[in-house]
């Protein structure tokens, strides 16, 4: 059985027209399906607003206590309601779900040896029972990046990892597609044309484009995930613009990539 | 087959301890089971933090957007994430939910010729499909009380409306017994004494007790609702002491009301 996975970034989140968009396209998706969203800009405007400071190490966002309950409350309560909401209007029978919900995705608070990241939840394991009982009563999941230590903590989960442990933990039932959409068409041949998206890549392709430097700094973790994906039981990974969301599952928009 | 629905009011989840000893026994509770939480003072806190005016009528407060945003939040993300990973630290397959979630308690947005309550949810239907399959698969479903009217729209409901229209919808697939926990050790003959605890109430009796002014002001509602619980096919309606969970549920506590 086919089972999409996708994955929209905060930018869509935040603009009310491209979310819109998606979700009329999300809607029409057929078969069983998973969103996952980000938090967007929301959470550092709410942030704000309760005047709590942002600590960065690294440039990397420290989930400290009071950031965990603004995230908390603004992916799990705000975004994912509102997106199960919306989708409901559009006949589609959508659940939303944390990691916490029936233990979906357990995760252990990060351990560094220099930097405390706080309340960032590094995946263990996605218990897949519940999420296929569900996908077989024909709903469909939409996840916010919030898992759980099974001790009772919440923690703050990267919304790309989830979608792909999702994608991981679900092969063994499903056939998956994973869909990371961006801002972007796709992989591109040239970074400032968005008409040279690169339609299909494999691992010799891959290796080959990296070689010659045509792929390169963000694109490269983005692409290794995939392949990682890939190699985990997942059966293709497409990367493109939200907004083309029917013509990414049909190969017809956006990079596919491949294992081999 | 056997459900317990159990609201707890806004004075457990302010109290840590409180809480703590309330979902200790919850997670005890034999069989199926419902938890519906309302909000406490949380959301009056982080409106204020946020800077947001509580507008109120005739001394009920107006969920105008932004605090429509605010218990949403608040009510959906920190509370009803922070009781289902709590509870799953207890061992208890806890399932966050709102309305909105599986289309679950559809309502419409209350009408009313001279006030506009603002975005007030007044329940529809319940649609109990997927949460009798949740159940099945012996899951603990955690409501929070927000509902959602078909059109993408949340909406703000009275968490003890949500648990009686839940024990009304699930009452015709199980024996529902509804709990609803507040300060008092339930329903007083004395009203400064805590010890003198009716413990059993029916219709005759109730009358008897309201023609002799021995239950008056804000219990007659209570005790109308659990009267209208009964008659629409609720098995037993318990009013009681969260911390006393487990005497509640057995008889050994609180007043219990029962049809006829």
Same mark, same amino acid.
């Given at each position: 059985?086919?089972?999409?996975?996708?994955?929209?970034?905060?930018?869509?989140?935040?603009?009310?027209?491209?979310?819109?968009?998606?979700?009329?396209?999300?809607?029409?998706?057929?078969?069983?399906?998973?969103?996952?969203?980000?938090?967007?800009?929301?959470?550092?405007?709410?942030?704000?607003?309760?005047?709590?400071?942002?600590?960065?190490?690294?440039?990397?966002?420290?989930?400290?206590?009071?950031?965990?309950?603004?995230?908390?409350?603004?992916?799990?309560?705000?975004?994912?309601?509102?997106?199960?909401?919306?989708?409901?209007?559009?006949?589609?029978?959508?659940?939303?779900?944390?990691?916490?919900?029936?233990?979906?995705?357990?995760?252990?608070?990060?351990?560094?040896?220099?930097?405390?990241?706080?309340?960032?939840?590094?995946?263990?394991?996605?218990?897949?029972?519940?999420?296929?009982?569900?996908?077989?009563?024909?709903?469909?999941? #939409?996840?916010?990046?919030?898992?759980? @230590?099974?001790?009772?903590? $919440?923690?703050?989960?990267?919304?790309? &990892? /989830?979608?792909? %442990?999702?994608?991981?933990?679900?092969?063994?039932?499903?056939?998956?597609?994973?869909?990371?959409?961006?801002?972007?068409?796709?992989?591109?041949?040239?970074?400032?044309?968005?008409?040279?998206?690169?339609?299909?890549?494999?691992?010799?392709?891959?290796?080959?484009?990296?070689?010659?430097?045509?792929?390169?700094?963000?694109?490269?973790?983005?692409?290794?995930?995939?392949?990682?994906?890939?190699?985990?039981?997942?059966?293709? #990974?497409?990367?493109?613009?939200?907004? @083309?969301?029917?013509?990414? $599952?049909?190969?017809?928009?956006?990079? &596919? /990539?491949?294992? %081999?």
């Amino acid at each position: 059985m086919e089972l999409s996975i996708i994955k929209i970034g905060g930018n869509i989140i935040d603009d009310e027209g491209k979310l819109g968009v998606f979700l009329d396209a999300f809607a029409e998706v057929k078969g069983a399906k998973i969103l996952v969203h980000g938090g967007g800009k929301l959470a550092t405007k709410v942030a704000e607003e309760l005047e709590i400071g942002q600590q960065l190490v690294d440039g990397r966002r420290i989930t400290d206590a009071e950031t965990l309950r603004v995230v908390t409350m603004v992916y799990a309560g705000t975004i994912n309601k509102q997106i199960v909401a919306r989708l409901q209007s559009r006949g589609c029978p959508a659940i939303g779900l944390t990691g916490a919900d029936g233990d979906a995705i357990r995760s252990h608070k990060r351990s560094h040896p220099t930097i405390d990241y706080g309340f960032v939840g590094d995946v263990d394991v996605v218990n897949t029972g519940l999420l296929t009982s569900l996908l077989a009563l024909d709903r469909t999941l #939409v996840f916010a990046p919030i898992t759980h @230590d099974g001790k009772g903590q $919440l923690l703050n989960t990267n919304a790309d &990892t /989830i979608a792909q %442990e999702l994608a991981r933990g679900l092969s063994t039932a499903f056939e998956v597609s994973l869909v990371y959409s961006f801002e972007k068409s796709g992989v591109l041949l040239n970074a400032d044309d968005e008409g040279s998206v690169i339609g299909r890549i494999d691992a010799a392709t891959y290796e080959n484009l990296k070689a010659r430097k045509v792929i390169f700094a963000g694109m490269i973790p983005k692409l290794d995930n995939a392949f990682a994906a890939l190699r985990s039981g997942v059966r293709k #990974v497409i990367i493109g613009r939200a907004e @083309d969301l029917s013509l990414l $599952l049909a190969g017809r928009s956006g990079t &596919t /990539i491949i294992h %081999e």
